[in-house]
């Protein structure tokens, strides 16, 4: 059903020819993620060829005569438990991924004795760069911690990669933290005055609105009532 939508990538580069993916793709992230999300609805309720019932009719059957089976109790950690890992080293400062700081007075007891500990596991959600989630030293229990800075925004990191893109395209070898911050704010702009001109321009304000910037906040930002880098030092 993916390969029938405009934009598919095909199975392989030899059945995908000369068809331009890119060109003709409209569905954002989450219009997909939609998408997905009804045609499971309509997959449970249409008979399966093999069992000749609804697959939804096999699982009242089943719950009926083994019981409901265990389902998520935790959502945060079921989360968790598919977000990609990072390995990084702990520092005085906390963390460093993609010139993004994170610092948590949770993590002070490990600071202290870092010099004797490994990497750790670490797990960020690409949608959202606000916070990551670090495995304790002894593998029990992951801890959310935020951004060192805390006035930064929620970004996702296809916007954090491009920023840093663009940041060395003009010159810039050394990226600090607040260089991508400022350049994010610049793409928004720029993406959200072409929104309605292209359909990447569409998928750019959808990434956005996944990384959890609320609209109006990031339309105040764009008008030029404060920015997110107001309150970091340079």
Not at 21 to 31: D, I, N, R
């Amino acid at each position: 059903m993916v390969h029938e939508l405009p934009g598919t990538t095909f199975s392989n580069p030899a059945e995908r020819g000369s068809y331009d993916s890119q060109a003709t793709a409209v569905l954002t992230v989450t219009e997909l993620n939609r998408r997905l999300a009804l045609a499971v609805a309509a997959y449970h309720g249409q008979v399966h060829g093999t069992l000749g019932q609804t697959p939804a009719g096999r699982w009242a059957e089943g719950v009926a005569a083994g019981g409901r089976p265990t389902t998520v109790t935790n959502e945060t950690a079921f989360l968790i438990d598919f977000l990609p890992v990072i390995r990084r080293m702990l520092t005085r400062t906390g963390f460093t991924i993609d010139h993004v700081q994170y610092y948590s007075d949770v993590l002070k007891p490990w600071i202290a004795h870092r010099a004797r500990l490994e990497k750790f596991v670490l797990r960020r959600d690409p949608r959202d760069l606000s916070r990551i989630w670090v495995l304790d030293p002894d593998g029990h229990a992951y801890l959310p911690v935020p951004y060192r800075t805390l006035s930064r925004p929620p970004i996702s990191v296809w916007e954090q990669r491009a920023a840093i893109v663009r940041l060395r395209e003009d010159g810039r070898a050394q990226v600090d933290e607040n260089a991508p911050c400022a350049m994010v704010e610049q793409m928004r702009l720029i993406t959200e005055t072409a929104a309605a001109k292209t359909r990447r321009a569409r998928r750019e304000v959808e990434r956005l609105s996944a990384s959890g910037q609320p609209e109006d906040g990031a339309l105040a930002l764009w008008r030029g009532r404060r920015t997110p880098c107001d309150n970091i030092q340079p």
